[in-house]
């Protein structure tokens, strides 16, 4: 084929599906954006009456409840929709987060302790106490790069405190041990495919760098998008005006600059923006299913490359009084850990699933079985037999061969077990009874003071899942074929600008 057919072709793949993907491939600068400083903008809320229907909590859905603490005459309730003090029947809920930095997100709790008459809250953001009485939440800042809790747990009179990397162990709640946990047997120098694209995909991989170096590169899509549809548009204008013996020769000038400026940020950023773009697709199904348990080697300098072997891997922990031992979920799946961490943690025994979203539930239930909930369903585990069975249908656990999807049926978001009573939270469909008591009506109050934050209304764009309401399970598949259409943009664009642009530049 004649390079002139070539370039007509590859004019055509640029030009047409351009125009069509320059909306979304704002909306995902736009949101990348925001997404990567989380901090920066975790004080912005938005009214869920401004978002689609979905986004409003039904029936506690939509991990608006985790856990639970018995308090006082009730419960303390809590989870994205921040801590509220309820009475015995869970009727009535009284805000309790005084004292959390303005903004839903700086409210997202994954759990909530008892020490000595003191609280301790593990939030997204970082770990906070408050007296019982009369006191309001305060920051305490641990020695950790990352000031995000895993988890919060009791050992007889130690608080015990995981963070993505380190577990802290505090007996006063205001001094707080530090413990790096040995590398567990058969450790290799890996991690996974899904965080390594994870990391580039975010710059993270090569720190605050690299983080800036993805938001010019979300500004580089935005001024693309901009510019290429002003080149679509450009064209017809000047022609209207021609018709109407109108001057055009400003408009031509302004065209030619904006194609300029076009190609130029174009052939610059184009090698960037395709390995962006192609970590990027394979973060969400169906791509996510083939990296979803992949392992890799460390890039070495990179910000995973680090001393620590659970870095950014640990994700939930519980003290086993039987067995006198530590369990804890990781990305890498369930260790055990002597009391005194003088041994590498061993693999669990014939684990349960846990979705890449991490373990939601994690309950002792007698000596050796523990109660194990995540998106991947909920299962009874026994940690002496091995033996892991579905929850709801007492079937044991069969592993899917080949890829499958990284979810279950029941999308396990949390659980709530007080004296008699249970129930237990699906992400979806939100709370259903265990015990065949019903749990009451989400509050008016709690709605109200429940908006969506600004971070999370980004990560709902940036995923697709905002388009859910229209296109309703088929919205899965918009990250990936808005990938590859930007991909395909972007390499024919590359081409289009080598054989004609270029050489008409060197002839000038």
């Known amino acids: 084929m004649k390079k002139t057919k070539w370039i ?44 689609p229907k979905n986004y409003a909590y039904n029936n506690w859905n939509l991990a608006a409840v985790r856990s639970s603490l018995p308090f006082q005459d009730g419960n303390l309730v809590y989870g994205n929709i921040g801590i509220w003090k309820t009475d015995e029947g869970f009727d009535y809920f009284e805000d309790f987060n005084l004292g959390f930095p303005k903004g839903i997100d700086n409210r997202k709790i994954y759990a909530v302790k008892n020490l000595n ?4 809250a593990g939030t997204h953001l970082g770990l906070y106490s408050r007296k019982i009485e009369n006191g309001q939440w305060k920051q305490i800042v641990l020695d950790d790069e990352n000031q995000r809790i895993s988890d919060l747990t009791l050992k007889d009179d130690t608080l015990l405190v995981l963070t993505r990397n380190y577990l802290f162990k505090s007996t006063n709640g205001v001094t707080f041990q530090k413990v790096q946990l040995p590398a567990p047997i058969g450790y290799e120098h890996k991690t996974g495919l899904f965080d390594t694209f994870w990391q580039l995909h975010s710059g993270e991989l090569f720190g605050l760098a690299g983080k800036l170096i993805v938001d010019l590169l979300g500004i580089v899509t935005i001024l693309l998008s901009a510019t290429g549809v002003l080149h679509f548009f450009f064209p017809g204008i000047i022609k209207r005006r021609k018709k109407k013996d109108k001057v055009v020769i400003g408009y031509i000038s302004v065209k030619k600059q904006n194609l300029h400026w076009h190609n130029v940020l174009g052939y610059i950023f184009a090698i960037f923006l395709i390995i962006n773009t192609f970590a990027g697709i394979h973060l969400r199904p169906p791509l996510l299913i083939a990296i979803a348990t992949k392992q890799v080697g ?9 001393p620590n072997p659970w870095f950014d891997k640990l994700r939930r922990v519980a003290w086993d009084d039987i067995q006198n031992r530590y369990l804890f979920s990781t990305s890498e799946g369930f260790f055990w850990a ?28 007698d000596d050796h079985r523990f109660l194990v909930g995540s998106f991947s369903g909920l299962f009874v585990w026994d940690t002496q037999s091995g033996m892991v069975a579905d929850y709801f249908t ?18 396990v978001a949390g659980m709530i077990v007080d ?43 940036h995923t697709g899942r905002i388009f859910e309401n229209i296109l309703g399970p088929f919205y899965i598949l918009i990250v990936p074929l808005a990938g590859i259409c930007l991909l395909m943009v972007l390499i024919t664009g590359f081409f289009v600008w080598w054989w004609v642009y270029r050489k008409n530049k060197k002839q000038a």
């Open 117 to 120: 008459d003191k609280l301790f």
């Open 338 to 365: 002597d009391k005194q961490f003088k041994h590498s943690p061993e693999p669990a025994l014939s684990q349960p699933p846990v979705s890449v979203m991490g373990c939601n539930v994690l309950e002792q239930m």
């Open 298 to 306: 460390i890039i070495p300098g990179t910000h995973l490359d680090q």
């Open 8 to 51: 007509r072709i590859f004019k055509k793949l640029h030009r047409w599906p351009a125009v069509i993907i320059a909306f979304i491939a704002t909306l995902f600068a736009v949101s990348g954006i925001v997404m990567n400083h989380r901090n920066t903008f975790s004080s912005i809320d938005i009214s869920r009456k401004l978002l």
């Open 394 to 411: 007492g079937k044991p656990y069969q592993a899917p061969s080949g890829m499958a999807r990284p979810i279950g049926n029941q999308m």
């Open 419 to 461: 004296k008699n009573k249970a129930w237990w939270f699906d992400y979806n469909q939100g709370v259903v009874p265990l015990t065949g008591i019903t749990f009451p009506d989400m509050p008016k109050n709690v709605r109200k003071a429940s908006p969506m934050s600004l971070w999370n209304v980004s990560q709902e764009i």
